[in-house]
């Protein structure tokens, strides 16, 4: 069977949305008709009897839309400030557009000190779980109002492989604005090809990883890489997709050969926590 025709049987989604996926790029507003239909699209994969959890970057973003401001801050406290005020808003936007499909959604917030507390990270877990058993759909952000350091976690790529871990995923979707993982950057590289599969990640395929990084995100495809190999290792696969047209969802979970899947391997000796706990997610 081809690979790709397995994508179908999935039972528990994670799915990140990084803060360029959702703007519109001319002007960094929120764009409407993308969100409303991930929502939907979502909406319907829940409606098929899967777990799904959705991780989403872009508080900053809001927040810095409803100040006036013409770009990201530079200052930390005033990054602070943009979360404290966008993270409402766009809370309450999720959850108006998941209430007209019927559906439930929870607000949950991590910074790095609770994934890398045992205590605090099994709390995280219990009530991410027990929200899915009440048939609830989380949706997680760093809590960027009291987090100290800026890239704590990629854009929430990193966050988003962790959050697979914790509910046990068996596919983790990150949502980007590149069509997958390339043998170059392609935007820099017109002879760059795009990989399908990747089975295994090693030292090669992250020295291919170029720190790309849009003009309202802050990840690159080095943290998506990290991601994946956390994902991997937890036993999730993992898919890049460009988001520009969020369908393309649906056309991963029907086995087409859409953005890069990598592939997961628990054969080998991992120590996630680890790797979390001194930011090898971040070594370049």
């Known amino acids: 069977m081809n ?42 994969i829940k409606n098929q009897g899967k777990d799904v959890v959705l991780v989403s970057s872009g508080a900053v973003s809001v927040g810095r839309r409803i ?24 809370m309450m936007l999720y959850q108006k557009l998941f209430m007209e499909y019927n559906n439930k959604a929870a607000q949950v917030l991590l910074t790095f000190d609770v994934i890398t507390n045992d205590e605090r990270r099994k ?20 809590n960027d109002t009291v987090a100290t350091d800026e890239i704590e976690f990629g ?37 760059a090809k ?19 990084v849009t003009r309202y995100g802050t990840g690159g495809m080095y943290t998506k890489i990290a991601a994946a190999q956390i994902a991997s290792h937890a036993g999730a696969d993992t898919a890049i997709l460009e988001s520009s047209d969020m369908e393309i969802i649906y ?24 790797f979390i706990k001194n930011k090898k997610y971040l070594d370049r």
């Open 123 to 142: 709390n995280a877990e219990n009530t991410l779980k027990q929200l899915l058993d009440l048939d609830i759909i989380p949706i997680v952000n760093e």
């Open 155 to 191: 854009d929430n790529d990193t966050l988003s492989a962790i959050v697979s871990t914790l509910i046990g995923a068996d596919m983790l979707i990150l949502l980007t604005d590149i069509d997958g993982f390339y043998t170059d950057d392609p935007r820099k590289n017109p002879k």
């Open 251 to 274: 056309n991963l979970m029907n086995g087409d050969d859409v953005g890069t899947v990598f592939l997961s391997d628990t054969s080998t000796d991992f120590d996630i926590i680890d």
């Open 194 to 212: 795009r990989i399908s599969v990747i089975e295994k990640i090693d030292d090669s395929l992250k020295d291919m990883a170029k720190g790309t």
């Open 3 to 44: 690979i790709r025709e397995t994508l179908k049987d999935k039972r528990r989604i994670v799915i990140k949305v990084g803060s360029s996926s959702l703007v519109h790029q001319e002007t960094g507003e929120l764009d409407f008709v993308k969100i409303e239909k991930m929502i939907r699209l979502i909406s319907d």
């Open 67 to 90: 100040l006036g401001l013409n770009k990201r801050p530079e200052v930390l406290s005033m990054i602070q400030a943009c979360a404290a005020l966008g993270q409402g808003e766009l």
